[in-house]
Nanobody, 125 residues
Framework: VQLQVSGGGLVQAGGSLSLSCTAS????????MGWFRQAPGKEREFVAA????????FYADSVKGRFTISRDNARNTVYLQMNSLKPEDTAIYYC???????????????????WGQGTQVTVSS
């Protein structure tokens, strides 16, 4: 599975951005999809995830209520809508796919098999 990330960019605090991640192959619906981010000097951290066929969404506390993850299995694409952005949301954002992700481990980097290239999100104050 190859993951292609698009979106990102520069936005002022309070603004919105949308990220997309499109997967190659015909088995997209079998994968749980996650978004992670990594700020300079920090470890990569979980942002949001969605189970196969949209069966359940999960969010980091820091983005809950501001970010929305969704997927379109017909388009092999997962989305991350980011609203009310804050300067602390500035990071490189990555999408990931996992075929054996369970709810208890959905926030862990090690649960995911495939990763897309990162895209920079910068929020100015």
């Amino acid at each position: 599975v190859q993951l292609q990330v698009s979106g990102g960019g520069l936005v002022q605090a309070g603004g919105s951005l949308s990220l997309s991640c499109t997967a190659s192959g015909r088995t997209f619906s079998r994968y749980a999809m996650g978004w992670f981010r990594q700020a300079p000097g920090k470890e990569r951290e979980f942002v949001a995830a969605i189970k196969q066929n949209g069966g359940g969404t999960f969010y980091a506390d820091s983005v809950k209520g501001r970010f929305t993850i969704s997927r379109d299995n017909a388009r092999n694409t997962v989305y991350l809508q980011m609203n009310s952005l804050k300067p602390e949301d500035t990071a490189i954002y990555y999408c990931a796919a996992g075929s054996r992700v369970i709810n208890s481990s959905i926030r862990y980097i090690q649960s995911y098999d495939y990763w897309g290239q990162g895209t920079q999100v910068t929020v100015s104050s």
